[in-house]
T-cell receptor, first 111, second 109 residues
Framework: AAGVIQSPRHLIKEKRETATLKCYPI?????VYWYQQGPGQDPQFLIS???????DKGSIPDRFSAQQFSDYHSELNMSSLELGDSALYFC??????????FGSGTRLTVV | GQSLEQPSEVTAVEGAIVQINCTYQ??????LSWYQQHDGGAPTFLSY??LDGLEETGRFSSFLSRSDSYGYLLLQELQMKDSASYFC??????????WGAGTKLIIKP
């Protein structure tokens, strides 16, 4: 069965650079979520999209933005990267609200 | 505020049974989810309880008591591969998941 696909798996950026993370949700899933997870932390909700429209916003910094495209893939754009942005970034998708399927994540390291 | 409380770490022996408790306080409540996450891996959905009672899925069961704002995940016949972090997450009135801090399950042979 198709899963949530994220790319890249690993990314190393320098401070003040920009990064773009991509997510391809499970087909026919209507909602996409982005999460940030630091070491030993629970996933922190960043932003979500329902049918390509932003549906909710969590603790997403102003330096970050996201969108969902006509083909349902989503991108998280991160600018002016800081050391503290180093984390695992997960995309998840769901059909309905209960069960969210997570992608394998992108490990971002800012140096 | 909204919060979920779960133990930070639980240790059990292979083949045994372990229960991970979770209490929640949220603005509105639709249900309680459980996710498993291995180190460096993605959270994997285990269960969702919207109604009071026990839901069983193989070796894993999840329980919810809405009147007590309490739930638990029960893992039976523990295997070494069950060593992971387990998160409870409550769905609030905005359909947002409020996550607990996670319980690290350590299984000893």
């Amino acid at each position: 069965a198709a899963g949530v696909i994220q790319s890249p798996r690993h990314l190393i950026k320098e401070k003040r650079e920009t990064a773009t993370l991509k997510c391809y949700p499970i087909p026919r899933h209507d909602t996409v979520y982005w999460y940030q997870q630091g070491p030993g932390q629970d996933p922190q909700f960043l932003i979500s999209f329902y049918e390509k429209m932003q549906s909710d916003k969590g603790s997403i910094p102003d330096r970050f933005s996201a969108q969902q495209f006509s083909d349902y893939h989503s991108e998280l754009n991160m600018s002016s990267l800081e050391l503290g942005d180093s984390a695992l970034y997960f995309c998840a998708s769901s059909a309905g609200a209960q069960a969210r399927t997570f992608g394998s994540g992108t490990r971002l390291t800012v140096v | 505020g909204q919060s979920l409380e779960q133990p930070s770490e639980v240790t059990a022996v292979e083949g045994a049974i372990v229960q991970i408790n979770c209490t929640y306080q949220t603005s509105g409540f639709y249900g309680l989810s459980w996710y498993q996450q291995h180190d460096g891996g993605a959270p994997t959905f285990l269960s969702y309880n919207a109604l009071d009672g026990l839901e069983e899925t193989g070796r894993f069961s999840s329980f919810l008591s809405r009147s007590d704002s309490y739930g638990y995940l029960l893992l039976q016949e523990l295997q070494m591969k069950d060593s992971a972090s387990y998160f409870c997450a409550a769905m609030d009135s905005n359909y947002q998941l409020i996550w607990g801090a996670g319980t690290k399950l350590i299984i000893k042979p």
